[in-house]
């Protein structure tokens, strides 16, 4: 009988004790920037969204149908080697962007606007729902709410030049659903912040961020 060390070994994890806290919201709502400061501040191992790394990302947004179900399988199987690997390391870990965030957010958005193909989408949502089963929701999830207008001056201020022709519909529209989803979700502890009036770098307002998150790891609400 054949044997699959790498998925015994992931499934033999599951009942150690590590941290999982992933990081949710639009995108240039702040996601890696306090990925990035919250796993220096507790310690935690960050992982982080491939995008200077995905083959298709240039691609999509010259011409989304095209490239939409390409682009949203590589992150659907980047999330869940992540995940894989998360809990493997016995490690406590924060990760920028969730694997839900793929099908319920971007992938329904792509879906509904026309720009992936009904078959695709079926294909993509057997394949999610398949892959879920293994998974379990992280210990907290932080969603970071944001306005358009503060999207876009984030997006402006980092200046990555494929992100340059994102529209404020397709913003307004991914805004839209993760609201949704968040309204609905019930898969583990759930911390939403503002990001409109507060900057994640300033001392100050990380100092206020990291109180609510231990507040919300310690059950304190």
């Known amino acids: 009988m054949p044997t699959f060390p790498y998925f015994s070994n992931f499934f033999s994890s599951l009942n150690k004790s590590i941290m999982h806290i992933a990081v949710a919201g639009n995108i240039g709502s702040g ?3 306090l990925t990035r400061l919250l796993a ?3 310690n935690w191992k960050p992982h982080y969204e491939e995008v200077e790394h995905n083959p298709y990302l240039d691609s999509f947004y010259e ?3 095209r490239w939409s179900f390409n682009i949203q399988i590589f992150f659907l199987n980047s999330r869940f080697r992540q995940v894989m690997d998360i809990r493997n390391s016995g490690k406590d870990v924060i990760q920028d ?3 839900y965030e793929d099908a319920h957010i971007f992938a329904a958005n792509l879906y509904s606007m026309g720009l992936m193909e009904t078959r695709d989408f079926e294909n993509y949502q057997s394949l999610f729902e398949l892959m879920t089963k293994f998974l379990q929701p992280p210990d907290l999830l932080i969603y970071l709410r ?3 207008p503060t999207l876009i001056r984030h997006i402006a201020k980092r200046n990555r030049e494929f992100e340059q ?3 404020i519909n397709y913003l307004t529209n991914l805004n839209e659903r993760y609201e949704e ?3 609905n979700y019930h898969e583990g502890k759930l911390l ?3 990001t409109d009036n507060i900057e994640l770098e300033n001392p100050e307002d990380l100092s206020t961020v990291v109180d609510r998150i231990e507040a919300s790891l310690n059950g304190l609400f």
């Open 31 to 33: 996601k890696t920037t």
């Open 40 to 42: 220096k501040h507790f």
């Open 63 to 65: 011409d989304m149908q």
């Open 97 to 99: 962007r969730t694997i």
């Open 146 to 148: 944001a306005s358009v």
């Open 165 to 167: 022709s994102i529209s």
């Open 181 to 183: 989803w968040i309204k």
């Open 192 to 194: 939403i912040i503002d």
